[in-house]
T-cell receptor
């Protein structure tokens, strides 16, 4: 069964600190993996997208990594800011006839001053 | 929110009533989607449409209906047959197939009283 699991479920860190969010998936055949940021009560916004051949991609202070062999991805946030408080969702696309998207439940990140 | 509007932001309805959620996009995207988001769970696909006058059921279509009479519009009706309709509903659009990057609207929070 295609699944995406994220950890931790929630995380609280102090402003200025770094953090890493994890995503494990069992999706086959794999097409691509995305990280979205979702502010409370808003729609998700795409941060990065990675295909099988890419193992790292950055978007400002956000850096995503992908290990297709172990089926793991991480999202590293550097020098966190209060505006980083949000849910971060990992989404994996399966390369089947419908390119199904499998959504993780997200990690809720809270940045404290 | 990338040119996708949803209305209203908050919606209340009594049990047994049908209600229609609006979604409009000006991105000239071919595909549009409706998702449901519940606390602690990943997004779940209700319906999607890849072309005008055609739409497909997602994972949880029971109790919902859609139409796609115009490229820009993809309204979702939550019928009285939906057993647990209280949720956050997100509309999205993408250029081309379902696997391409999806852009989300701000969402509608539906509460059944």
């Amino acid at each position: 069964k295609n699944q995406v699991e994220q950890s931790p479920q929630s995380l609280i860190i102090l402003e200025g600190k770094n953090c890493t969010l994890q995503c494990n998936y069992t999706v086959s055949p794999f097409s691509n993996l995305r990280w979205y940021k979702q502010d409370t009560g808003r729609g998700p916004v795409s941060l990065t997208i990675m295909t099988f051949s890419e193992n790292t991609k950055s978007n400002g202070r956000y850096t995503a990594t992908l290990d297709a062999d172990t089926k793991q991805s991480s999202l590293h946030i550097t020098a966190s800011q209060l505006s980083d408080s949000a849910s971060y969702i990992c989404v994996v696309s399966a390369e089947d006839s419908n390119y199904q998207l499998i959504w993780g439940a997200g990690t809720k990140l809270i940045i404290k001053p | 929110d990338g040119g996708i509007t949803q209305s209203p932001k908050y919606l209340f309805r009594k049990e047994g009533q049908n209600v229609t959620l609006s979604c409009e996009q000006n991105l000239n995207h071919d595909a549009m989607y409706w998702y449901r988001q519940d606390p602690g769970q990943g997004l779940r696909l209700i319906y999607y449409s890849q072309i005008v006058n055609d739409f497909q059921k997602g994972d949880i279509a029971e109790g919902y209906s859609v139409s796609r009479e115009k490229k820009e519009s993809f309204p979702l009706t939550v019928t009285s047959a939906q057993k647990n309709p209280t949720a956050f509903y997100l509309c999205a659009s993408s250029q081309g197939v379902i696997g391409n990057e999806q852009f989300f609207g701000p969402g509608t929070r539906l509460t059944v009283l």
